[in-house]
């Protein structure tokens, strides 16, 4: 099969995925369980997609400047900073340990 077979394919399934979403019935999607689990599947989610974007390049693990910076905005998060000021934290961190010689 070639590429556009399968970008076919997936946009098939896309789209087909978000149209059963509108069938669910709405006494699943008020109930305060369903509510809980997918509130949970979001959260662990993105922090799943930040890890594997923190130490992951291409198919091999990387330990660099982005693991310190995640490490930085993390402790900001743990302070409670406001949002910005933990991207600000990031790139800070991310920036000095780049200049530090790290890659």
Not at 18 to 30: D, I, N, Q
Not at 40 to 65: C, E, K, Y
Not at 74 to 88: D, N, Y
């Amino acid at each position: 099969m070639t590429l556009w077979v399968w970008i076919i394919v997936a946009c098939v399934a896309a789209y087909l995925t978000k149209l059963l979403g509108y069938l669910v019935p709405r006494k699943w999607l008020t109930n305060r369980r369903v509510a809980r689990v997918a509130a949970a599947l979001t959260i662990g989610l993105l922090a799943s997609l930040t890890v594997a974007n923190t130490v992951a390049t291409g198919q091999a693990l990387a330990f660099d400047a982005r693991l310190g910076a995640l490490a930085a905005a993390a402790v900001a998060l743990w302070l409670k900073a406001p949002f910005l000021v933990v991207v600000i934290v990031g790139a800070a961190a991310a920036a000095a340990l780049r200049l530090l010689g790290i890659p």
